[in-house]
């Protein structure tokens, strides 16, 4: 069984990193395409970026300059680090995956963890 | 960025009834569009990928059609937990978008 499993700080402050890792279970994380997503509070669902193995990643132009994207295949983990937060990046944070049989679109997700930036 | 509008934004509809809900994209997608549904404090949920396949697990009623520029997600006949919020995605062209979602509640 598939499982994604985020995890990081709940809280961090304007003008700093928000990281995040995304443990995947009962799949092979060199096998797919692994992806983030967010969804401020009450809002929409918006892609950040994803990567593949150790592919350069893709992100979403809107966020590329503060986001990066990486793969740690011994520990079957990928992570997500954002600088420079601001108010507009609190949300929940998913981790997902694309299914290699779903034609590009999420078949499993992690829980989501929500990510508020505050002082 | 291909924009994806969904219509309508909420409905409200009783157990035993049949929804469509509408989604409108800036350009065409070819058959690169997929369904979610969302419920309260949960990731979304794969419902249909390529237009219409449903993924595995999902009750037959739920189906997905349409073509180029317009899709719909019918759900035949409600069930009591089929009150959620429900999400179209293109992945015809990166940065992957979202539609805004609709909402679906309990008449």
């Known amino acids: 069984q598939v499982q994604l499993q985020e995890s990081g700080p709940g809280l961090v402050k304007p003008s700093e990193t928000l990281s995040l890792t995304c443990t995947v279970s009962?799949?092979?994380?060199?096998?797919?395409?692994w992806t983030w997503i967010r969804q401020p509070p009450g809002k929409g669902l918006e892609l950040i970026g994803y990567i593949f193995d150790n592919r350069s990643p893709s992100y979403n132009p809107s966020l590329r300059s503060r986001v990066t994207i990486s793969i740690d295949t011994s520990k079957n983990q990928f992570s997500l680090k954002m600088t420079s937060v601001t108010a507009a990046d609190t949300a929940v944070y998913y981790c997902?995956?694309?299914?290699?049989?779903?034609?590009?679109?999420?078949?499993?997700w992690g829980q989501g963890t929500l990510v508020t930036v505050s002082s | 960025d291909i924009q994806m509008t969904q219509s309508p934004s909420s409905v409200s509809a009783s157990v035993g009834d049949r929804v469509t809900i509408t989604c409108r994209a800036s350009?065409?997608?070819?058959?690169?569009l997929a369904w979610y549904q969302q419920k309260p404090g949960k990731a979304p949920k794969l419902l249909i990928y390529a237009v219409s396949n449903l993924q595995s697990g999902v009750p037959s009623r739920f189906s997905g059609s349409g073509s180029g520029t317009d899709f719909t997600l019918t759900i035949s006949s409600l069930q009591p937990e089929d009150f959620a919020i429900y999400y179209c995605q293109q992945v015809s062209s990166f940065p992957y978008t979202f539609g805004q979602g609709t909402i679906l509640d309990i008449k």
């Open positions: 009962g799949a092979s994380i060199k096998s797919y395409y």
């Open positions: 350009q065409g997608l070819g058959r690169w």
């Open positions: 997902a995956r694309e299914g290699s049989e779903t034609a590009v679109s999420l078949d499993y």
